[in-house]
């Protein structure tokens, strides 16, 4: 069987509070692991399950708590870990000294590991130039993408005051001596995000014979296209996702999407649905990968493989009315809690689903697509796009946009955040929409809460509001522990 290689210790690739690492330890080949030396080494690096699979957690655990798509049930959220219920109840800081920060945490040692690729792999041996550079943009592209998380965990929603708004420290190196980090902007690490890709884009295979798991041109050019969306760059935006879809047409065996009208027939894929809810449902199997241009999983399931736990979490009714009765997405929620435990008070849990795809799917690529279209008064563009989708989500006699929305920009601009909560509700995407609605000057000022129904009814509940300051959250107590120099957000 292969060993993937390792070369970093749990130690060593803490970066930003690893001041109790010795440098002599990097003079020692931890037992059973191996120093990378061939191009081939490297290479099984990038392939390790740690780069495209967070397990036990990690990845957007705590934005899945966050956005206004989810509502919680007492009866399980008066049990839940502290951070848990920090995070939905939109507290200052959602952890405490000692707790451990798995979202950022894990992403670091996947850091660690892409840097020493881009450092490292060209004085590798046993490779051709292209095979090395291909590494290095597959390693460039990976950073780029967890970027994207840090920014939007640490730093405020793009606007005009980007480059004065302090983000996560851009760190280039593997090294365990680094040290002395300051937080860049967020304007800095857009352009660092969009610096990697554009560089990785030209040396990325067209189509990656891994598999989805391993970044294509395709894959970079959406997750691209998304970072410009987010600045505000809808013309830029709009090119790289034309340039993916492209991209995509070209593959052999490209992602594509479900027919759910298929897949819920007799027959079909996701037929019949069990007590653990729809049978081979996407969401219990992280290696289904059908519809991924670059698969990245994180566990969202109940709280025996969820280091925040979620076995609270509902779908809020806010986010219930936007589903259509057709909509085949209701059919991943039941009522019932975790451990199939029936909820008497009828609401929904997104009950067949433990790995979210969080990567760039192709889902989202239309909607983004979309997005861009709406903006640039492309309208006609942005239904086609929008109904592409919903074709495959439910029959096609309610796929259609509503001609009302169809005709008025704003209008339908909103249709597209509504369909991205039907397609990706109670997953964590919901919070960077809010983040980006919050700032968006076509929508002004939006409120924003969680319900906490402390019973069965629909009376008995509690309500927290989101401070706007939250919407960006604090640097977690162990980092600014061990980086006295960095200033914390509000």
């Given at each position: 069987?292969?060993?993937?290689?390792?070369?970093?210790?749990?130690?060593?690739?803490?970066?930003?509070?690893?001041?109790?690492?010795?440098?002599?330890?990097?003079?020692?080949?931890?037992?059973?692991?191996?120093?990378?030396?061939?191009?081939?080494?490297?290479?099984?690096?990038?392939?390790?399950?740690?780069?495209?699979v967070y397990q036990?957690?990690?990845?957007?655990?705590?934005?899945?708590l966050m956005g206004?798509?989810?509502?919680?049930?007492?009866?399980?959220?008066?049990?839940?870990?502290?951070?848990?219920?920090?995070?939905?109840?939109?507290?200052?800081?959602?952890?405490?000294?000692?707790?451990?920060?798995?979202?950022?945490?894990?992403?670091?040692?996947?850091?660690?590991?892409?840097?020493?690729?881009?450092?490292?792999?060209?004085?590798?041996?046993?490779?051709?130039?292209?095979?090395?550079?291909?590494?290095?943009?597959?390693?460039?592209?990976?950073?780029?993408?967890?970027?994207?998380?840090?920014?939007?965990?640490?730093?405020?929603?793009?606007?005009?005051?980007?480059?004065?708004?302090?983000?996560?420290?851009?760190?280039?190196?593997?090294?365990?001596?680094?040290?002395?980090?300051?937080?860049?902007?967020?304007?800095?690490?857009?352009?660092?995000?969009?610096?990697?890709?554009?560089?990785?884009?030209?040396?990325?295979?067209?189509?990656?014979?891994?598999?989805?798991?391993?970044?294509?041109?395709?894959?970079?050019?959406?997750?691209?296209?998304?970072?410009?969306?987010?600045?505000?760059?809808?013309?830029?935006?709009?090119?790289?996702?034309?340039?993916?879809?492209?991209?995509?047409?070209?593959?052999?065996?490209?992602?594509?999407?479900?027919?759910?009208?298929d897949e819920f027939?007799?027959?079909?894929?996701?037929?019949?649905?069990?007590?653990?809810?729809?049978?081979?449902?996407?969401?219990?199997?992280?290696?289904?990968?059908?519809?991924?241009?670059?698969?990245?999983?994180?566990?969202?399931?109940?709280?025996?493989?969820?280091?925040?736990?979620?076995?609270?979490?509902?779908?809020?009714?806010?986010?219930?009315?936007?589903?259509?009765?057709?909509?085949?997405?209701?059919?991943?929620?039941?009522?019932?809690?975790?451990?199939?435990?029936?909820?008497?008070?009828?609401?929904?849990?997104?009950?067949?689903?433990?790995?979210?795809?969080?990567?760039?799917?192709?889902?989202?690529?239309?909607?983004?697509?979309?997005?861009?279209?709406?903006?640039?008064?492309?309208?006609?563009?942005?239904?086609?796009?929008?109904?592409?989708?919903?074709?495959?989500?439910?029959?096609?006699?309610?796929?259609?946009?509503?001609?009302?929305?169809?005709?008025?920009?704003?209008?339908?601009?909103?249709?597209?955040?509504?369909?991205?909560?039907?397609?990706?509700?109670?997953?964590?995407?919901?919070?960077?929409?809010?983040?980006?609605?919050?700032?968006?000057?076509?929508?002004?000022?939006?409120?924003?809460?969680?319900?906490?129904?402390?019973?069965?009814?629909?009376?008995?509940?509690?309500?927290?509001?989101?401070?706007?300051?939250?919407?960006?959250?604090?640097?977690?107590?162990?980092?600014?522990?061990?980086?006295?120099?960095?200033?914390?957000?509000?």
């Amino acid at each position: 069987m292969k060993r993937y290689i390792q070369s970093m210790s749990f130690c060593l690739i803490l970066m930003l509070w690893m001041a109790g690492c010795k440098k002599n330890f990097l003079d020692v080949i931890p037992k059973g692991r191996q120093v990378a030396v061939t191009t081939k080494d490297y290479d099984l690096l990038l392939n390790s399950s740690m780069q495209y699979v967070y397990q036990g957690g990690g990845g957007w655990q705590a934005l899945a708590l966050m956005g206004d798509d989810v509502a919680a049930e007492d009866s399980y959220f008066s049990a839940a870990v502290p951070s848990a219920q920090n995070a939905f109840r939109w507290d200052n800081d959602l952890y405490v000294p000692g707790d451990f920060i798995s979202e950022v945490t894990l992403s670091l040692q996947n850091l660690y590991t892409v840097n020493k690729v881009i450092r490292e792999v060209a004085e590798s041996t046993g490779g051709s130039e292209q095979e090395k550079r291909a590494l290095i943009a597959e390693a460039r592209a990976q950073r780029a993408w967890m970027y994207f998380t840090y920014v939007n965990y640490y730093g405020k929603p793009y606007t005009t005051t980007a480059a004065e708004d302090p983000s996560f420290p851009i760190i280039k190196t593997a090294d365990v001596n680094a040290g002395n980090y300051t937080r860049n902007s967020v304007k800095e690490v857009y352009d660092f995000m969009i610096e990697d890709l554009t560089a990785a884009i030209g040396d990325l295979p067209l189509e990656n014979m891994i598999g989805a798991t391993r970044w294509n041109r395709a894959g970079a050019e959406g997750v691209l296209g998304k970072i410009y969306l987010f600045s505000g760059r809808n013309k830029e935006a709009l090119d790289m996702f034309n340039a993916a879809f492209n991209d995509l047409a070209r593959q052999n065996t490209p992602a594509r999407l479900y027919n759910y009208n298929d897949e819920f027939a007799a027959g079909g894929k996701f037929d019949p649905i069990t007590p653990d809810g729809p049978t081979n449902s996407p969401g219990l199997n992280y290696n289904d990968n059908t519809e991924s241009l670059v698969a990245r999983s994180f566990y969202n399931g109940p709280n025996n493989g969820n280091t925040l736990g979620n076995d609270f979490i509902i779908l809020s009714e806010n986010a219930r009315a936007l589903f259509l009765a057709s909509d085949l997405r209701l059919k991943f929620y039941a009522a019932q809690f975790a451990y199939q435990v029936p909820n008497p008070s009828g609401r929904l849990s997104k009950y067949s689903e433990q790995f979210v795809k969080f990567g760039m799917q192709l889902p989202e690529l239309y909607l983004l697509r979309a997005e861009a279209n709406a903006r640039l008064n492309n309208l006609a563009d942005a239904r086609t796009d929008i109904e592409t989708l919903r074709n495959n989500r439910m029959p096609s006699t309610d796929a259609a946009v509503p001609a009302a929305v169809y005709a008025d920009r704003k209008k339908l601009i909103q249709y597209i955040f509504d369909e991205r909560t039907r397609e990706f509700a109670v997953e964590g995407y919901r919070w960077l929409d809010m983040r980006r609605l919050s700032v968006d000057s076509l929508f002004g000022t939006t409120n924003y809460s969680h319900t906490l129904y402390l019973d069965d009814t629909y009376t008995n509940i509690k309500v927290f509001s989101l401070r706007p300051d939250r919407l960006t959250l604090r640097l977690p107590y162990s980092i600014m522990n061990d980086n006295p120099q960095f200033k914390n957000n509000p």
